[in-house]
C-alpha cells in the first residue's frame, strides 16, 4: 500500500505579493512621495492592505500595513523600508528591481512571509504550485484542479466574438482537455 505525504509549505499562488513590473505600470515610480494603496483579496473577502511610497530619488520604497493575529485578533503596525535598485535595459531605459531585505537578491517580486515581511521567495521558502505537482499533472501539464477550471469557467463572459472562440475560452477548453486525459490515463492504469 502507498502512503502520500502531503506538503504543508504554502504555495506562491496563493500568497500576497508585490511585483515591481505591476508598480511600474500602475506610474508608482514617476511620482515624488506620493503613498499608494495595493490590496488583496481572496474569493469576495478583503485579504491585506498595504500603503506603500517610493521616495523621490526612487532608491527605496516605504510599505506601512498592519497585521492582525489570528488567534488573538491583536493587530500592529508594521513599517518596513525595501531599497530598490536599477538595471540599464538594452532599448534605453530602466528596470526597477527590489533588493531583497534578508539575502540582499535582486528580484522582481516579494512575497509576505510567516514573519509578516516581503521577502523573496528563497527567504519565503514557498513552492510555487508546478514544483509540487505529481507525476501525472506533470506528463499532461495539469497543474489545475477542477476547482479552478470552475472559477475558470465562469469567469468567462463570452464564448465567442464574430464567429470565433475567444482566448479565454480556447484556453479553458484546451485545460478542460488536458485534465480529462490527464483522469481517463489514471483510471486506465488502476
Not at 481572496?42 to 506603500?52: A, H, I, N, Q
Not at 513599517?79 to 528596470?95: A, I, M, Q
Request: glycine share 6%; aromatic share 16%.
Amino acid at each position: 500500500m502507498r502512503y502520500y505525504w502531503k506538503s504543508r509549505t504554502q504555495k506562491l499562488d496563493n500568497c500576497c505579493s508585490i511585483s515591481i513590473y505591476s508598480l511600474k505600470k500602475r506610474g508608482y515610480f514617476s511620482r515624488n512621495t506620493v503613498y499608494n494603496t495595493i490590496s488583496w483579496s481572496y474569493g469576495d473577502k478583503p485579504s491585506g492592505t498595504v500603503r506603500c511610497c517610493v521616495d523621490k530619488n526612487n532608491e527605496f520604497m516605504q510599505l506601512d500595513y498592519t497585521v492582525t493575529n489570528r488567534d488573538t485578533y491583536e493587530s500592529h503596525d508594521i513599517s518596513h523600508k525595501t531599497y530598490l535598485t536599477t538595471t540599464s535595459c538594452n532599448y534605453g531605459s530602466t528596470r526597477y528591481w527590489f533588493l531583497c531585505t534578508h539575502c540582499g537578491r535582486r528580484v522582481g517580486k516579494l512575497y509576505r512571509s510567516d514573519s509578516n515581511y516581503y521577502l523573496c521567495r528563497h527567504c519565503v521558502g514557498y513552492k510555487y504550485g508546478s514544483q509540487s505537482a505529481g507525476r501525472i499533472s506533470r506528463m499532461f501539464k495539469v497543474n489545475y484542479y477542477y476547482s479552478d477550471l470552475e472559477r475558470m469557467r465562469k469567469g468567462i463572459r463570452a464564448t465567442h466574438y464574430a464567429g470565433e472562440p475567444t482566448k479565454r475560452y480556447k484556453r479553458y477548453l484546451e485545460l478542460s482537455e488536458r485534465m480529462k486525459r490527464a483522469m481517463g490515463w489514471c483510471s486506465m492504469s488502476i
